[in-house]
């Protein structure tokens, strides 16, 4: 997932800034990952790019079990098909 995850946000500046020199883009959690942006449209293109590479070495994101939390009302895509959201 270390690996995956940092090719997937590799010369990206798109997550939440903590500090005034550190960015979180995601949360690893076992084989779970929360993904943090401010704007949808990073969101939706960080979703993309993490579905593409997981492909690539022969993982898939399987949208049953996938959520989407979230403030805006563009829904999260995997494959076209949007995201279950919660609370």
């Not at 010369?11 to 960015?23: E, F, R, S």
């Not at 949360?27 to 969101?43: C, E, P, T, V």
Request: charged share 30%; glycine share 4%.
């Amino acid at each position: 997932m270390d690996w995956l995850m940092h090719n997937v946000t590799r010369d990206k500046h798109q997550g939440i800034q903590c500090t005034t020199t550190a960015l979180q883009e995601d949360l690893d959690y076992a084989d779970d990952l929360g993904l943090s942006f401010h704007r949808h449209q990073d969101i939706q293109l960080k979703t993309k790019d993490l579905c593409q590479t997981a492909s690539k070495i022969g993982l898939r994101v399987n949208i049953r079990k996938t959520q989407a939390q979230r403030t805006n009302t563009n829904p999260i895509t995997v494959e076209k098909k949007p995201l279950e959201e919660v609370q």
